[in-house]
């Protein structure tokens, strides 16, 4: 059972700006960095975001990372077709001392 | 150009010893500034972190699964392992190797392309 939570699914239409959150506790995302992958099916995740709200090299300025109190979001702006795929936010949690992935979202665009 | 590859059996018996190995091609697995790290997922299922292990020999691991865990650094091999023991049906997943940088905040920035594992009698 993961200690961060996401919503099961986001969607929107191309063009469009798409939200996901990531709640979780003090001992987590509210005293350490949040991390942002993306995975197609059947293939391994891919780093986007780390360090909260840092892009590596490639990942395009349209995809962006946020992080407030023990809550953080990933944005994707201008939504593309390529963009539906599975994402999930990670954290190391200081009372597991270990990393924590969160549930997962199933991007959509309609 | 960093490569990691996961290698080992894709079944395995209940009750028996899981047992993969990640080789890494690329960058050397003693050098500073990087950890090593296994993650698995179960079919439709979420990602899981299973543990990981920094050049120094330091050691995490999923506290759900530390009494069964061990992860291992072979310098000369340039690879790493991880043992899983006494494997149940809920230990069938896909698992990754993924190193993470230091120059990302220890996000793991490269993964293999996964291995299936199936405990199964």
């Known amino acids: 059972q993961s200690v961060l939570t996401q919503p099961p699914s986001a969607s929107g239409t191309p063009g469009q700006r798409v939200t996901i959150s990531c709640s979780g506790s003090s001992s987590n995302i509210g005293s350490n960095y949040v991390y942002w992958y993306q995975q197609f099916p059947g293939t391994a995740p891919k780093l986007l975001i780390y360090k909260s709200n840092q892009r590596p090299s490639g990942v395009p300025d349209r995809i962006s990372g946020s992080k407030s109190g023990t809550s953080a979001s990933l944005a994707i702006s201008g939504l593309r077709s390529e963009d539906e795929a599975d994402y999930y936010c990670?954290?190391?949690?200081?009372?597991?001392?270990?990393?924590?992935f969160g549930t997962g979202t199933k991007v959509t665009v309609l | 150009q960093v490569q990691l590859q996961e290698s080992g059996p894709g079944l395995v018996k209940p009750s028996q010893t899981l047992s993969l190995t990640c080789t890494v091609t690329g960058v050397s697995i003693s050098s500073a500034g990087y950890l090593w790290s296994w993650v698995r997922q179960p079919a439709g299922k979420g990602l899981e972190w299973i543990g990981r292990m920094f050049n120094t020999g330091i050691t995490n691991y999923n506290p759900s699964l530390k009494s069964r865990v061990t992860i291992s650094l072979d310098a000369s091999k340039n690879k790493f392992s991880l043992k899983l023991s006494s494997v149940t049906a809920a230990d069938t997943a896909v698992y990754y190797c993924?190193?993470?940088?230091?120059?990302?905040?220890?996000?793991?920035?490269?993964w293999g392309q996964g291995a299936l594992v199936t405990v199964s009698s």
């Open positions: 993924a190193r993470g940088d230091e120059s990302s905040g220890w996000g793991l920035a490269y």
């Open positions: 990670a954290a190391w949690d200081d009372s597991l001392r270990g990393n924590v």
